[in-house]
């Protein structure tokens, strides 16, 4: 028996870590066992590796150190938590996986996407989401939500430019065409509870 891994994926304040919860609920309404995670973090060590990549300045790391540091986070998530829970046939809803570094690392960073997925299939065995529900906004509308919500007050990818997240939100959309077995691009605007019904129902093929 195993359960499904579904990632939840986007830019900066697109609203993933209530839908997250949202998806959650609903989902456990169905009797399930769900397990509610996030990138980077999730498990204890990796939550160790989150403070090195989310604080400090800008340029702290270079791109190679950046990805490192997230593969050997996600290792160590994948192996403690992600694995075990998949195994005893839970849902697990991770707020961010390995698409992140390909559009923040790669995409935006200029880091070989061949190269992070080597990674990922080192530190992980190249483990992937059965779904992955990409949450788009117009980039405007998505640094007023963040902007709003952390009063200005960003982690070390937030204060990156716009030019940057403009490229990290197209490589997600790159990486969603390409793979339309996997994603499904889900539109953020609107209120709560659309967004919440229209991700459950990107959902139902698999549930
Ligand atoms: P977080 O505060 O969790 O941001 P958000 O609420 O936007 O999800 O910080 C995670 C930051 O790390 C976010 O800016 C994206 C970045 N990130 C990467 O650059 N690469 C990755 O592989 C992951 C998982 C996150």
């Given at each position: 028996m195993r359960g499904r891994f579904i990632s939840l994926e986007g830019g900066e304040g697109v609203g993933k870590s209530t839908q997250l919860r949202r998806l959650a609920e609903a989902l456990r309404a169905d009797g399930r066992e769900v397990v509610e995670t996030r990138e980077p973090g999730g498990s204890p060590g990796a939550e160790a590796i989150r403070a090195l990549l989310l604080?400090?300045?800008?340029?702290?790391?270079t791109p190679e150190a950046e990805a490192l540091l997230f593969a050997a986070a996600r290792a160590d998530h994948v192996a403690r938590l992600i694995r075990p829970a998949l195994e005893r046939g839970a849902w697990v809803l991770c707020d961010r996986f390995l698409d992140s570094s390909l559009a923040y690392?790669?995409?935006?960073?200029?880091?070989?996407e061949t190269a992070i997925r080597q990674l990922h299939q080192i530190g992980s065995d190249g483990l992937m989401p059965d779904r992955t529900l990409l949450l788009e906004l117009p980039g405007s509308d998505a640094a007023k939500r963040e902007f709003a919500r952390d009063n200005g007050r960003l982690d070390r990818f937030g204060r990156k430019t716009g030019e940057y997240h403009d490229r990290v939100a197209g490589t997600f959309r790159k990486l969603a065409e390409a793979d339309p077995q996997r994603f499904r691009a889900v539109n953020a605007e609107g209120a709560m509870e659309e967004v919440t019904d229209r991700l459950l129902a990107a959902l139902a093929d698999i549930r």
């Amino acid at each position: 028996m195993r359960g499904r891994f579904i990632s939840l994926e986007g830019g900066e304040g697109v609203g993933k870590s209530t839908q997250l919860r949202r998806l959650a609920e609903a989902l456990r309404a169905d009797g399930r066992e769900v397990v509610e995670t996030r990138e980077p973090g999730g498990s204890p060590g990796a939550e160790a590796i989150r403070a090195l990549l989310l604080e400090g300045e800008t340029d702290r790391w270079t791109p190679e150190a950046e990805a490192l540091l997230f593969a050997a986070a996600r290792a160590d998530h994948v192996a403690r938590l992600i694995r075990p829970a998949l195994e005893r046939g839970a849902w697990v809803l991770c707020d961010r996986f390995l698409d992140s570094s390909l559009a923040y690392q790669g995409g935006a960073g200029g880091l070989d996407e061949t190269a992070i997925r080597q990674l990922h299939q080192i530190g992980s065995d190249g483990l992937m989401p059965d779904r992955t529900l990409l949450l788009e906004l117009p980039g405007s509308d998505a640094a007023k939500r963040e902007f709003a919500r952390d009063n200005g007050r960003l982690d070390r990818f937030g204060r990156k430019t716009g030019e940057y997240h403009d490229r990290v939100a197209g490589t997600f959309r790159k990486l969603a065409e390409a793979d339309p077995q996997r994603f499904r691009a889900v539109n953020a605007e609107g209120a709560m509870e659309e967004v919440t019904d229209r991700l459950l129902a990107a959902l139902a093929d698999i549930r």
